[in-house]
């Protein structure tokens, strides 16, 4: 059973920063891939960023140059670490992994999102102006 747990979000002001951490337990396989998703009030789900098991990087254009995401292996903990936010950033944002690594990219280019093998259940960013 794959679970995925995220933490960081809060309050900050536009041009703030943020550090994201999902904390993943159990197996999600050897050829897989994790991303971060964010869905804003009244808005579909869109995708942020991606990572797969070979650490082949995906962004979305709105965040490329401002978001950064890695993993840490030894921990098995997935972070997005958020720059020069802006008060559109502001939405609930969701981990989540798939058993193909392709997928996950696949769905950082795809608005709206499609589902994903698993997900967790977010942690709410707000920026204000």
């Known amino acids: 059973q794959v679970q995925l747990v995220e933490s960081g979000g809060g309050s900050v002001q536009a041009g703030g920063s943020l550090r994201l951490s999902c904390a993943a337990s159990?197996?999600?396989?050897?050829?897989?891939?994790m991303g971060w998703f964010r869905q804003a009030p009244g808005k579909e789900r869109e995708g942020v960023a991606a990572i797969d098991s070979d650490r082949r990087l995906s962004y979305a254009d709105s965040v490329k140059g401002r978001f950064t995401i890695s993993k840490d292996n030894a921990k098995n903990t997935l972070y997005l670490e958020m720059n020069a936010l802006k008060p559109e950033d502001t939405a609930m944002y969701y981990c989540?992994?798939?058993?193909?690594?392709?997928?996950?990219?696949?769905?950082?280019?795809?608005?709206?999102?499609?589902?994903?093998?698993?997900w967790g259940k977010g942690t709410l960013v707000t920026i204000s102006s």
């Open positions: 989540a992994a798939d058993r193909f690594k392709s997928r996950c990219a696949a769905a950082i280019a795809t608005i709206p999102t499609f589902g994903l093998d698993y």
């Open positions: 159990g197996y999600i396989g050897n050829s897989y891939c």
